[in-house]
Each structure stands twice: as structure tokens, then as C-alpha cells.
């Protein structure tokens, strides 16, 4: 069974930057693709970036191509999220999640093992 906190969310002006981490604990980190999804109010969770158990492989939503930035630090158990150029349209609430996979990262993850309980961002105007 994996854990996984997030933290680093806030309010920030638009063109702000913030990063999010999520710390995992109770499994083996690098057998793991981990990614990043958001979830705005009224509307479904979305996927935002994934990348591979050693790091060498990512993957953007377009909506974020350019502005976020994925990495993870496998001896620190962390996945973290860089999001600069932030827009009033990113606010949500950011998830963690993980996927028991060693495979390439060339998509969004369309399937995850376990998840964060989520920290909010929020961009105002």
C-alpha cells in the first residue's frame, strides 16, 4: 500500500509560480510512474503530467505544455510539480498519483494504482 502527501499549494496572482510536492511512503518509490491531475469545481478530474519510474520520460497535458515542469527525486520518495505562468484557469484542486509501471511515458496515465488526497491551488486575477 502507497501513501502519497501532497503540499506546496496556495493563492498566487496570475503569472505566479508555485510547486507542488508529494512525499510517498509504503511501497518501493522507483517502481512507480507518477503523475499530476486537477480537479476544478464542476468539473472532472483532469489529467496535467506524468513521468517515468526513473525520470527519463514525461508527458504534458497541452493546457500545461510550457509552464509546468514534472521531476521526481527517487531517493527522496518525491514527485514534484513546478508551475510557473500560473493563470486563474489552473485552480483547482492538484492530485498526486501513482502507477505500478516501468514502461516509457508517451501518454497521459489512463490508469492509477493510487492517489493523493489532493492540495489546492488557487490563481486569482
Known amino acids: 500500500q502507497v501513501q502519497l502527501v501532497e503540499s506546496g499549494g496556495g493563492l498566487v496572482q496570475a503569472g505566479g509560480s508555485l510547486r507542488l510536492s508529494c512525499a510517498a511512503s509504503?511501497?518501493?518509490?522507483?517502481?512507480?510512474?507518477l503523475g499530476w491531475f486537477r480537479q476544478a469545481p464542476g468539473k472532472d478530474r483532469e489529467f496535467v503530467a506524468a513521468?517515468?519510474?526513473?525520470?527519463?520520460?514525461?508527458y504534458y497535458a497541452d493546457s500545461v505544455k510550457g509552464r509546468f515542469t514534472i521531476s521526481r527525486d527517487n531517493g527522496k520518495n518525491t514527485v514534484y510539480l513546478q508551475m510557473n505562468g500560473l493563470k486563474p484557469e489552473d485552480t483547482a484542486v492538484y492530485y498526486c498519483a501513482a502507477r505500478q509501471t516501468k514502461v516509457t511515458i508517451v501518454r497521459p496515465l489512463d490508469k492509477v494504482d493510487y492517489w493523493g488526497q489532493g492540495t489546492q491551488v488557487t490563481v486569482s486575477s
Open positions: 509504503g511501497g518501493t518509490f522507483s517502481n512507480y510512474a
Open positions: 513521468i517515468s519510474w526513473i525520470g527519463r520520460s514525461t
